[in-house]
């Protein structure tokens, strides 16, 4: 088999305070090279393009099937999954960056634990009685269940928050995913009862009144969640809770 | 005074260790949930078909009781049955709570939970949200430990890694060794006891249908500290999956039923593009060796023949472990409507278009029966005493295993959608056994003496120092690449003795060449390299004791094809016939002639193939060696029978 080469250029920091540097790679490409092929050609033979010995780049990643949102990094300039984006899709030379909008923690692994504390912030889940016997669950209709699906799908991988402009490190905007997390939980039966609670969390500061509408959120989703029904949905719902405390508080 | 809260280390945040996790965190307990990465990226998340409950939402007669029959039917009578009836009991009862917890299972026209067909059984019996059910069940279990996190029971270590359990000095665990992956730390944490729930072995392959994470390292660390590790050698393979070079995709088998054709050229090494290879000079072998099924073989029989074409006629696309799976010949509306998505996925991954260009596919290494060997009580009536400490505990006391990293519940072969469905169950089903047990040990962990715990962090801190100063001349991660294309060449499909002994000794001189590694990256900070050196050293025990149980069991069952073995069943032959047969010999004699032609004879020889083979293997470490041995399996409910392969 016949390979060439192709070079990848990486920006790498080594700690979360430490200054980011960029580094070159040559590394062999063979049909249907995905992103964390080359990464792991790297780490079997750690050298950049100069024959300089280094360190195996680190990055996040685990299904390679793109449904954990675990490889997220921003390729070409794009937020996107590595396991799913093409060596020869690409255009060259290709550039790897961690995402901006999360503390780095080390080259291209970035730390998204914020948007796990924004679901314990949207209480997003359902309280149940009990994990005990208490027969079937309730009757929802087709198309409802369809719709739900549709967010339920969304796996924390940030591409709509990286691409957010109201997004940043140093404030608490809550972003698009977070958005479209209290609509799935309100738009369940059961989870409804807890409606309230959710909204009181995206009316206050970092809530969905500081979401400028730029839409980017929605093109960038590699799961097609639709962000921007969601934003307005829960706009909505958020306004008729604010009538509502006014009327009854 | 406030009364001392039970306390549990939970290793593994996929669908076992979230479910135990919720079981224990409502019955008060404290627990600490440790994984690699954020829970939620786990490789349950993966799973796309189904999970199954035989809830007869359909009036088709499924129940329960034929769900057992057909998973240790399917699974060649060698799971202990108790465990699987109760486990098929529970099933509609976890549909259901996971339909509470607010999984998009899809709906009936009426608004129930929808069911479809899954291989092989003749019911309506597995559950599904769209296309990703793993994902759906992750995240809805995922929430209800978020929940108890917010407040305040739930403490989440991911990031962190197990390394090993802390064992006091009456042989019972009462801890584990963490690794923090960011700072490097090597700490201790205590519990009432510790839970496995730490997923498949699929890395041992090197490329599999897995996630990077399956190394099956924390079973195999356990399995180094003496716990018995169950049936190591049964691996299931799934016969169409994407090539990748990073990892092995999961192909749906509709393809061969829309038509697919699988062919290779005809000239080994042949390099052009497949559709300039002429008609004639292409090697249907499936159509060609089975002129009746074509490429609608079964499963196994698809599987071993690539194996064949690959390995043995060395006939692979360019020399590479792979061959086509051609679906060009259909008008492209045909397929977008009927197989949409998969040629989605195919192009996804590949960039190619199998409207135009023929699929490349082999088979994938995709799940593990074999794991961790736990105990279990049952309540004298075929079910599970759920009270019992005695449940999914290992053999090491106070150490517990669930999920993919147990043995049980699959026996030689899964039956699809069972493995979702026992990973929730055990995780469910132990959560009682658990306090009980914590109620009742001699000792709690905050009496053991603090030298125990000391001493096990320092092991591991010296260990986790000698690999950083490894400066020999063999790279990691090639290793183990070497390592995965040993057992792929050797110990997979069809099992052959001369090659697993090959494989043998192959991994022993792995072994010895792992002594020189070079520590790549020797960094204090978020550095993965020792750690992966440490899961590569677990990998390599674990492919010793899986070629070893391949070699040692010299029989064909389940996914362990050894054609030296077979036993030639009369392809006329019908397991009834051997329902009869037992019924006959219960009573005295059985006349010859009551029997076709050569079924007497083969009755016979499956009935001293049982009284040989059907025992579950177990592996032990002992004084630095793997011991292989056998135990009984509990048949007690019903009577092992041949499984017509068809
Ligand atoms: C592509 C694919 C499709 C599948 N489809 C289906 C299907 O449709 N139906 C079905 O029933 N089954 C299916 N399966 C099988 C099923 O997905 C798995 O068997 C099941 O998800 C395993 O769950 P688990 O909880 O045991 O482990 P996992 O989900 O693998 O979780 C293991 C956890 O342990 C952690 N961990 C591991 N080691 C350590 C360590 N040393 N330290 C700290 N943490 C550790 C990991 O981080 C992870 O959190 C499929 C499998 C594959 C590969
Ligand atoms: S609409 Fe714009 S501001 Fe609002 S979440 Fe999306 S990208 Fe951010
Ligand atoms: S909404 Fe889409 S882009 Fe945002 S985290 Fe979820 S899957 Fe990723
Ligand atoms: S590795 Fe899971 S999304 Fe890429």
Redesign the interface.
Known sequence: ?TTKNITIKIKRQ??PDSKPYWQEFNVPF?D???I??CL?DI????ETSNGVSI??V?W???????????CTMVINGRVRQA??A?V??LSHPITLEPMSKFPV??DL?VD?SRM?EN??KV??????D??H??????????NE??K??VL??C??CGCCLEACPQFSKDNNFLGAATFSQVRL?NA?P??KYNQEERLEAVMGEGGIADCGNAQVCVEVCPKHIPLTESIAEIGGQTTLQIIKNLLFK | MEKRPNSFVVIGGGLAGLACTMKLCEAKAKVTLVSYQAVKRSHSVCAQGGINAAINSKGEGDSPEIHFYDTVKGGDFLANQPLVRDMCYQAPAIIHLMDRLGVAFNRSPEGHLEFRRFGGTLYSRTAFAGATTGQQLLYALDEQVRRYEHDGQVTKLEWHEYLEAVIDHDGVCKGAVLHDLRTGEIFTVGGDAVVLATGGPSQVYGRSTGSTVCTGAAATSAYLQGAKYGNPEFIQIHPTAIPGHDKLRLMSESARGEGGRIWVPKKPGDSRPPREVPENERYYFLEENYPLFGNLVPRDVASREIYDVVFNKKMGIVGEPMVYLDLTHHPKEYLDNRLGGIIDIYEKFTGDDPRNVPMKIFPAVHYSMGGLWTDFKDDGHGLIDHQSPRNQMTSIPGLYAAGEADFQYHGANRLGANSLLSCIYTGLMMGPGLIQYAKNQKKVFENVEPQVFEKAAHKWKDRFSKIKSMQGSENPYDLHRELGDTMMENVLIVRDNTKLNKALSMIDDIETRSHDIRCLDTTHWANPTPSFINQLNCMIHLSRIIAMGALMRNEFRGAHYKPEFDLKQPSDFDPHEYVDYMEQKNYGEVPEESFPDGHLAYMKRFEANNERWLKTTIAHYDEGKPNISYEPVDTSIVPPRPRKYD
């Open positions: 088999m080594d700690a063979k249907h090279s995905n964390i092929s792991q780490q079997r033979s750690p360190n195996p680190v996040e990643c685990n299904c390679l099937e793109e449904v954990c949102g675990a396991c799913t093409l020869d899709k923690v080390r692994h998204r796990f679901l314990k209480k997003a889940w359902i309280n149940i009990g994990t016997d208490i027969g079937e669950g309730p009757v929802l209709p087709e269940r369809a739900r699906y339920s799908e796996m924390t939980f369940h059961t989870g």
